[in-house]
């Protein structure tokens, strides 16, 4: 992580115990892993509808299945308030679904992973956004305690 995230290492270390360090530290390696790619046009995500998804496990099993519909996920937050749109694929055609990653004016994100909603960890998909984006910050407050 000195290497690609040195300063932001640096803060968790200071604030994280052992173990979600090393479970946060796995998210930035796996960040690396994925292409992110701007979407400018994000309105026609407001269309998509979940016909893909398979009854043969729980969803949160699959961390590349999509965890949560884009449409539904700013159901509530006003679309002037969001500032950018990312989707983020695994390198090279491997399987998986794209996960959409949103920029809000606050400076907060949402991820249709729900990572950090469900386990408290800021998401690989996150990380790699914020590798090519002037418009993500992190802030030690995205862990809650």
Known sequence: MDEYFPELDKILQEYLTPQILQKQRDQMAQSL?????????W??????????YQQKMAREDDYDQLQF?????IKNIPHNSI???WKATRHRGQKSEPQHIIL???G???CT????????????????????????QFHISFIPQ
């Open 33 to 41: 892993c994925y292409d992110v790619e701007l979407i400018v046009d």
């Open 43 to 52: 309105l026609p995500l407001l269309e998509m509808v979940d016909d893909f």
């Open 69 to 73: 519909l884009f449409s539904l996920l």
């Open 83 to 85: 500032r950018q749109v």
């Open 104 to 106: 809000l004016d606050d």
């Open 108 to 110: 907060s994100h949402l």
């Open 113 to 136: 992973c729900l990572w950090l909603i469900n386990k408290g960890i800021v998401c690989r998909h996150f990380f790699q956004v914020m590798s090519y984006s002037i418009n993500t």
